[in-house]
């Protein structure tokens, strides 16, 4: 498959790939629109990044909050509690990986910070309404 580029302007809620490696994908948010509930990666002991592309993004990881704006980047282990939003009058976009991303994906808790039973997290990810990039194809081996 030849090499492919993605442009967040494109698809500012699209995922470039997803395979049980990595998930990788922009994401846009609005300001005013609130953070939901805090998640984490436990289950799936993976490492969530983000990379702050355009505006001011409010992290709040844990009992730490801050915000990021274009150019920094921010990292959350497994077991952290986290949660995202748009921290100025403009809306943000960053870029974002789930390392690795196998099943169950997110923990997900409550307003109170129970934790709720495990569900599926990110399902049927697409990049401009196409599947996103999955698994490699397969190259047979040559003798």
């Not at 077991?79 to 994906?105: I, M, N, W």
Request: proline residues 12%.
């Amino acid at each position: 498959m030849p090499a492919r580029t993605f442009d967040w302007r494109d698809d500012p809620m699209g995922t470039v790939v997803a395979v049980p490696e990595v998930r990788a994908r922009f994401i846009r948010v609005e300001p005013g629109k609130p953070a939901g509930n805090f998640h984490s990666h436990e289950e799936s002991d993976a490492l969530e990044t983000w990379v702050v592309l355009e505006g001011a993004v409010k992290f709040e990881i844990e009992d730490e909050t801050f915000v990021a704006t274009a150019g920094q980047a921010v990292v959350a282990y497994p077991h952290e509690k986290h949660r995202v939003s748009c921290a100025g009058d403009q809306p943000a976009v960053y870029f974002l990986t789930v390392t690795p991303h196998r099943p169950p994906t997110h923990t997900h808790y409550d307003a109170q910070g129970s934790r709720l039973p495990s569900r599926p997290g990110v399902t049927n990810p697409t990049w401009m309404g196409e599947p996103a990039m999955g698994p490699a194809p397969h190259t047979p081996v040559r003798s």
